[in-house]
């Protein structure tokens, strides 16, 4: 086990920067998720640490020594790839034993750390078979077998679920964090499913155009969002973002979201916002769930306004509503049964406590 | 069960009809249907693969005039000539040793171009292909030059390094070696084709994990690059050690058998015996001792590679 650590790591190709300057420190027995779109150099960073990929500029250090230059089988880490990478012409035992036998184990050490792991894993019936002879779902548990046997300083997991059908990868996701629980090996995870990194991490990084966005813990990107993009990114459904002003009424701050609707802001929003220039183009930035039916009783801070619905998308437990603000379009959480229909007018509640307010040029969350 | 059922009563139904109503039937199977769109294939099977090799089996077991039948008489006349058994030894030798250089050096220059960057492979591909899409008979009369005691280029740049003159196609072993090098130089791009599509094929997350499990590249090569090309290198081997057994045109002119018949091959013997020899049936008999020979590799391999079939 070993901590990780990154210092100002760049990657180029040819004209192409994929990673930007990367600091990131990884803790001891942390279980860190790099999550972000396509193309935001995740998947490049994590690779950039297993040692599949050379490093442009900076450095890389596992255990406090720079292994920039380190070659992968030298590194003592184990990686779980996205389409399993088992070795076909091999059994179950035999792909989870092969690194310890490339490194002349003894035998009777091999047998009993790949019983061991597959013990773990619930593989046992399945060890002398082929890859072929697996589901999905088994294929990745041997994998993640083959990692755990090494006992490697770091786990280095690449979009590992992204194979398995929605079912099985929640299932999976649970077994993953059980694993972690148990071996509590350093863990660096890429995905690009931000519930998959709000549920697994103990904190998340999110990059974006080969930066880190925000470092985090799930609580902390989810309610403290530090740019548009995290606060776009993380939740679903995504945040709202309403184009608004601010302006003075009478002593009071008051946000303008359109000519007909304004709200005075918290005595506790407007301390905070009293000092920003009053020409700035802002965002409301506000989560479904703050968006809900209105009520009879409705605690200071939550402003109500009438709309009409565009369209209304009952989940079970909770409907989506969908409207305009102004040509914005808005969603809402309302309770199912609010009475929330298609092209209905509804009056809804907007709770401007979580409110979060943007710059709409920089995307700062003030 | 239903169709007597309904026919009992039908005594009145002519005869012709019902034939002509099965007849039908049998033309609407898709069996049928099958079976006449591949007849014209299978026609030209027969006329140009199992004719023929009914025939020569028929012809071995004549006497020379073609007059009599004399039922394994050639195969005893044959076996009791050293000959023959020269040229069992030297076939072995040409197709084991050719296809054992064809495989190593296919597999080694497939490796070379697939870590050439994409862009310029395909310029390497196109070169290495050369000498296996020029007409050998042609190929192999520029290697006659280069072979030539007096005039060759091999000999002319040998002599400024003091070696030689190197009697290419005089000497037994040299001819051996020689009818060799340009049967691999011919063939082996067949194999750097098919072993870099087979390379291609591995996924490089494989080589990926083995690298993170710390498998060095001779490793890689030996745990990983091998196994996942066993069928395409069994499936290449069998198909060259057929051809190359096979093999007339190089030895035909590169050597025609000589010095000494030391570089006769089965079907260069065939046509010396058979048709330089008039003697038909015997050189069929010749030609024919090659079958059983490639029929038990030909099992084994095919065994084996069925065996795996199903893993990747």
Same mark, same amino acid.
């Given at each position: 086990?070993?901590?990780?650590?990154?210092?100002?790591?760049?990657?180029?190709?040819?004209?192409?920067?994929?990673?930007?300057?990367?600091?990131?420190?990884?803790?001891?027995?942390?279980?860190?998720?790099?999550?972000?779109?396509?193309?935001?150099?995740?998947?490049?960073?994590?690779?950039?640490?297993?040692?599949?990929?050379?490093?442009?500029?900076?450095?890389?250090?596992?255990?406090?020594?720079?292994?920039?230059?380190?070659?992968?089988?030298?590194?003592?880490?184990?990686?779980?790839?996205?389409?399993?990478?088992?070795?076909?012409?091999?059994?179950?035992?035999?792909?989870?034993?092969?690194?310890?036998?490339?490194?002349?184990?003894?035998?009777?050490?091999?047998?009993?750390?790949?019983?061991?792991?597959?013990?773990?894993?619930?593989?046992?019936?399945?060890?002398?078979?082929?890859?072929?002879?697996?589901?999905?779902?088994?294929?990745?548990?041997?994998?993640?077998?083959?990692?755990?046997?090494?006992?490697?300083?770091?786990?280095?997991?690449?979009?590992?679920?992204?194979?398995?059908?929605?079912?099985?990868?929640?299932?999976?996701?649970?077994?993953?964090?059980?694993?972690?629980?148990?071996?509590?090996?350093?863990?660096?995870?890429?995905? +690009?499913?931000?519930?998959?990194?709000?549920?697994?991490?103990?904190?998340?990084?999110?990059?974006?155009?080969?930066?880190?966005?925000?470092?985090?813990?799930?609580?902390?990107?989810? +309610?403290?969002?530090?740019?548009?993009?995290?606060?776009?990114?993380?939740?679903?459904?995504?945040?709202?973002?309403?184009?608004?002003?601010?302006?003075?009424?009478?002593?009071?701050?008051?946000?303008?979201?359109?000519?007909?609707?304004?709200?005075?802001?918290?005595?506790?929003?407007?301390?905070?916002?009293?000092?920003?220039?009053?020409?700035?183009?802002?965002?409301?930035?506000?989560?479904?769930?703050?968006?809900?039916?209105? +009520?009879?009783?409705?605690?200071?801070?939550?402003?109500?306004?009438?709309?009409?619905?565009?369209?209304?998308?009952?989940?079970?437990?909770?409907?989506?509503?969908?409207?305009?603000?102004?040509?914005?379009?808005?969603?809402?959480?309302?309770?199912?049964?609010?009475?929330?229909?298609?092209?209905?007018?509804?009056?809804?509640?907007?709770?401007?406590?979580?409110? +979060?307010?943007?710059?709409?040029?920089?995307?700062?969350?003030? | 069960?239903?169709?007597? =059922?309904?026919?009992?009563?039908?005594?009145?139904?002519?005869?012709?009809?019902?034939?002509?109503?099965?007849?039908?039937?049998?033309?609407?199977?898709?069996?049928?249907?099958?079976?006449?769109?591949?007849?014209?294939?299978?026609?030209?099977?027969?006329?140009?693969?199992?004719?023929?090799?009914?025939?020569?089996?028929?012809?071995?077991?004549?006497?020379?005039?073609?007059?009599?039948?004399?039922?394994?008489?050639?195969?005893?006349?044959?076996?009791?000539?050293?000959?023959?058994?020269?040229?069992?030894?030297?076939?072995?030798?040409?197709?084991?040793?050719?296809?054992?250089?064809?495989?190593?050096?296919?597999?080694?220059?497939?490796?070379?171009?697939?870590?050439?960057?994409?862009?310029?492979?395909?310029?390497?591909?196109?070169?290495?292909?050369?000498?296996?899409?020029?007409?050998?008979?042609?190929?192999?009369?520029?290697?006659?030059?280069?072979?030539?005691?007096?005039?060759?280029?091999?000999?002319?740049?040998?002599?400024?390094?003091?070696?030689?003159?190197?009697?290419?196609?005089?000497?037994?072993?040299?001819?051996?070696?020689?009818?060799?090098? =340009?049967?691999?130089?011919?063939?082996?791009?067949?194999?750097?084709?098919?072993?870099?599509?087979?390379?291609?094929?591995?996924?490089?997350?494989?080589?990926?994990?083995?690298?993170?499990?710390?498998?060095?590249?001779?490793?890689?090569?030996?745990?990983?690059?091998?196994?996942?090309?066993?069928?395409?290198?069994?499936?290449?081997?069998?198909?060259?050690?057929?051809?190359?057994?096979?093999?007339?045109?190089?030895?035909?002119?590169?050597?025609?058998?000589?010095?000494?018949?030391?570089?006769?091959?089965?079907?260069?013997?065939?046509?010396?015996?058979?048709?330089?020899?008039?003697?038909?049936?015997?050189?069929?008999?010749?030609?024919?001792?090659? =079958?059983?020979?490639?029929? =038990?590799?030909?099992?084994?391999?095919?065994?084996?590679?069925?065996?795996?079939?199903?893993?990747?």
């Amino acid at each position: 086990m070993a901590d990780v650590a990154l210092r100002k790591v760049v990657k180029r190709y040819d004209d192409v920067e994929a990673v930007r300057g990367i600091d990131l420190d990884i803790a001891d027995h942390e279980f860190i998720v790099l999550v972000g779109p396509s193309g935001c150099g995740k998947s490049t960073t994590l690779r950039m640490i297993a040692g599949l990929e050379d490093i442009s500029d900076g450095d890389i250090m596992i255990g406090g020594d720079v292994v920039n230059d380190v070659p992968p089988k030298d590194r003592d880490i184990a990686m779980v790839f996205q389409n399993y990478a088992l070795y076909p012409h091999m059994t179950v035992a035999e792909n989870m034993s092969f690194g310890l036998r490339l490194k002349h184990y003894p035998k009777a050490e091999i047998k009993a750390r790949v019983t061991e792991a597959a013990r773990l894993l619930d593989i046992t019936d399945l060890i002398d078979r082929k890859p072929k002879q697996l589901s999905g779902g088994q294929r990745q548990r041997v994998a993640m077998g083959r990692a755990i046997v090494r006992n490697p300083k770091v786990f280095l997991f690449d979009e590992p679920l992204s194979n398995l059908d929605a079912k099985l990868r929640v299932q999976m996701r649970i077994e993953i964090k059980k694993v972690h629980q148990k071996v509590r090996t350093t863990t660096v995870y890429v995905t +690009h499913d931000q519930v998959e990194a709000m549920t697994l991490a103990d904190r998340v990084v999110v990059m974006n155009k080969g930066r880190i966005e925000q470092i985090g813990t799930p609580n902390e990107l989810y +309610h403290k969002p530090a740019t548009r993009f995290v606060a776009g990114f993380i939740g679903s459904p995504a945040m709202n973002f309403i184009p608004c002003r601010l302006e003075d009424v009478g002593g009071t701050l008051q946000i303008r979201l359109t000519d007909r609707i304004a709200f005075p802001l918290p005595p506790a929003r407007a301390a905070r916002y009293n000092a920003l220039p009053r020409t700035d183009k802002l965002l409301l930035g506000l989560r479904p769930e703050h968006l809900t039916e209105s +009520h009879a009783h409705l605690e200071p801070g939550v402003e109500t306004f009438d709309t009409v619905l565009d369209v209304t998308e009952p989940m079970g437990m909770e409907t989506l509503v969908y409207f305009g603000l102004d040509g914005t379009p808005v969603c809402g959480r309302v309770n199912p049964n609010a009475g929330a229909k298609d092209g209905a007018p509804m009056r809804l509640a907007m709770d401007l406590n979580n409110m +979060h307010l943007l710059n709409e040029e920089s995307g700062v969350v003030l | 069960m239903a169709d007597a =059922v309904v026919r009992q009563p039908g005594v009145a139904r002519p005869a012709s009809a019902r034939k002509r109503a099965s007849l039908h039937n049998i033309l609407r199977r898709k069996s049928t249907a099958a079976f006449l769109m591949t007849l014209p294939l299978i026609l030209l099977i027969t006329l140009l693969v199992v004719y023929p090799a009914f025939y020569s089996l028929h012809l071995a077991t004549l006497n020379k005039s073609m007059q009599r039948f004399v039922g394994f008489g050639n195969f005893e006349f044959l076996f009791r000539r050293d000959t023959f058994w020269l040229v069992v030894k030297q076939s072995c030798i040409f197709a084991i040793t050719a296809v054992v250089f064809k495989a190593l050096i296919g597999f080694i220059v497939a490796h070379f171009v697939h870590n050439i960057p994409a862009k310029g492979q395909r310029k390497w591909r196109g070169m290495l292909l050369v000498p296996w899409v020029i007409p050998p008979a042609m190929s192999t009369l520029a290697w006659l030059w280069l072979f030539d005691p007096s005039y060759s280029a091999f000999n002319y740049t040998l002599a400024f390094f003091g070696i030689g003159p190197i009697p290419w196609t005089g000497d037994a072993a040299w001819a051996r070696f020689a009818v060799i090098l =340009v049967n691999v130089w011919y063939g082996a791009p067949f194999f750097m084709i098919m072993y870099l599509a087979a390379l291609k094929s591995v996924p490089d997350q494989l080589y990926e994990a083995a690298a993170i499990d710390g498998a060095n590249w001779w490793q890689r090569i030996w745990y990983v690059t091998l196994p996942m090309m066993r069928n395409i290198i069994a499936i290449t081997t069998l198909f060259s050690l057929i051809v190359t057994f096979a093999n007339f045109d190089i030895v035909r002119i590169l050597t025609a058998g000589g010095p000494l018949d030391h570089t006769h091959i089965f079907a260069t013997w065939a046509f010396r015996v058979g048709i330089e020899g008039s003697d038909i049936p015997l050189g069929a008999s010749v030609s024919l001792f090659m =079958v059983p020979i490639l029929a =038990v590799a030909a099992i084994f391999i095919l065994r084996d590679v069925n065996k795996r079939g199903n893993e990747a």
